[in-house]
């Protein structure tokens, strides 16, 4: 598969390290900063592309991985589908829901292939859980708890574009739950404080919420995110269901533990969410490129995205009014 990497940022760094690993795939990139892009591709022996129209250009590329701003996936989308290249593109279509389902149902019409990066799903503990669930050996699920506290504040710089802490943060966790569950969110209600630093309320979001979804089965799911703790990266899933309970625990950057005179000392948690999830991306990325070569529909799709973004816009919106918010239903 010939990709065209758009983005060479982070995250565009991140996906070029896996897109070089995997053998089925040859990969050239693109980014407004062409410093930056050469940056990139000479770390992995690749090459520059050198605009924009050679990047989504169907006789040099077969997809595109969009890993660019947020405010340009929107537009890249609607660029590749339209030149019927299959395309992967990181979180959220666009941070507009009423833009994200217009563009979602656009590509849609054309019928190529395409994925969101909700790589959590390709977490094999996450993946294990859901067998559990899904095989019914819990029952019925009932509640369901889930936490993400990140150990630093970002920088507010990124806050102000993020969309804030439930379209940015909680939205992994919106989709984890649906995904996990098989079930649909229905309604959520939401509580959120700046505790970490005060400035973030500039920015109209919080750094610390506790967000309650009533899914369509009547299970109920909670969510708390932190964004700054003084342990490291803590996350983790609980299911409990009506014949028994299942856990996927926090992960530790070891698996040593120490024990002395009165004192057992056991490895810490991982320094951020990187370190957590970073095998996840590849495994996205395989998934990806295994759906268009077999001719099946990739899995996140766009309409999953759309659904955890109505969650997110449900549960800002009940931040501001104090009042439980239904969740939209969104199709593309």
Partial sequence: MRVALIGAGFIGSVHAVNLAAH???RFDVFDVDTTRARSVADRHGTGVVASLDDAFDPARFDAVLIASSTDTHAAHLRRAADAGLAVFCEKPVDLDLDRAREVSAHVAARGVPAMVDFNRRFDRDYAHLRELVRSGDLGDVELVQLTSRGPSMPPLEYVAVSGGQMRDQAVHF????????????VEVTALGAALADPRITEHGDVDTSVTSVRMSTGALVQIDCVRRTAYGYDERIEVHGSAGMAEARRHRDG???RYGAGRVVEDGLHPGWFERVRPTYAAALDAFVTAVREGVAPSPSLADGLVAQAVAEAATAALTSGRTEPVLTVTP
């Avoid at 919106?174 to 969110?185: H, Y």
């Fill in 23 to 25: 053998p089925d795939v």
């Fill in 174 to 185: 919106f989709d984890l739950a649906r995904w996990i569950t098989g079930a649909e969110p």
């Fill in 255 to 257: 698996a040593v533990t």
